[in-house]
């Protein structure tokens, strides 16, 4: 992808990341209709069907060339990440858009041959945007983000994490989650792992781990914590698959290999 | 007090709130004096020390036979609630100050005669000003906020709680704790607890447990969601002491008892 192209090509993006955005603060003040995907924390809203919808018959009839991948099924049955790929979720933290009505948001990566190219991630009710193009940067709301701060230690670190890990799960042995909760200086949880991976851009979290994520999840985080120097593996280390969901940890270069080495690789069941 | 006097103080303290917090604001562009209490945990900036003087001083001043209360000693040394008591914590979410530079708040308490009169929590960085009156409701940025929605089950519950609750403890079976996670519907943890009494307020969460907070840290919060309909008691269903630290959970009034006696009574050692 030549720079023109790609440039034209976030410029489309954003474009339609602010429209969609747009129309969800409308759709705010409708009645929602929820439906229950597998259980009660999964929820479906119509303005996640609707907003994936938004970005499909767009995607189709501008690139049709251009392959999609989302969280509501409404894209392509995509196998592998050759060519221009989309890879959208319509709302990333549903639980919070349901209940909260904020600290939601949307995210699209766009991946080229399987290389992050673009990442969008809008906060939708705070109206932030934050962007990423390989190898340029990454952006809050325009404004460049600083490269991750030099001075960070596991003993200083706030990491975000979902309260699951620290009871008896299938994945890891939570006495050892316990263990880590104790020597890191402080835990968070937001409910929206894309904005998450945002905060860990801005080193407002030293990092955010997970047991379970889907790509539409982190596809764009992946590209814009990148930019700032931060990495992203599964919680054993490995290259991050884009096409299964799986665990993740993304997080400052400083403590990555610390954790997963001291907390996650000890605690793997 | 009357209401007219009581509207007056209001004023003035909302006047000192605001002005207090733009003050924050423009010392956040320099270098912060950091030192430690007694933890890491426990942070404690020039900022937060400055802030509380700030409202010790005109306090003093305007209103001489007021006590006040505040998290960094420079307040009085109060023994009972008698008469006018202002119950401050200058910044509550120190960690999230210093790491975040946002997602702190004011907190500011006033008790005549143990009677909470009036709360005003200022979320700083967003700009966002809580306030109650008792029997006058509760209002964000000047807007009254409805009654707590009726229809909160434990099933649908997201509570607000920090993951310490979760790991072995002093204090609480973390294994109980572990079935109250599974029970609801989610958790978040913002590190602050002015803010998330506001969100309780708010609806944003349906509750918010804690092992330990001192007065300051909920004297507003207190007045704030009763105005609303929420319930304030420590995790044993009892009476909080303005005077003392310990547990508490607020909550709406469905899950209260439900939390209470099928969790934290049940968890208590």
Redesign the interface.
Known sequence: MNTSSRNELFQQAKQWVLEAGANIRTQMIQPMEIDTKSN??DLVTSVDKKTEQFFVERIHQHYPDHQLLGEEGYGDDVKELTGVTWIIDPIDGT?NFV??K?NFAISVGIYQDAVGEIGLIYDVMNDVLYHALRDEGAYRNGEKLPQLKPDVTL??T?LG????M???NRLLD?QVM?QL??KI???????SAAIEFAYVAEG?LDGYAVMRLSPWDFAAGMIIVHEVGGLTTNLTGNAVDMLQSGSILVSHPNIHQQLIEEYFIKAKK
């Open positions: 009660a924390n639980m209940h909260q904020r003993e200083t706030v994490m979902n309260h699951y620290l009871c008896p939570e316990h909760v104790k200086r402080g835990v968070r949880t937001y409910g407002i």
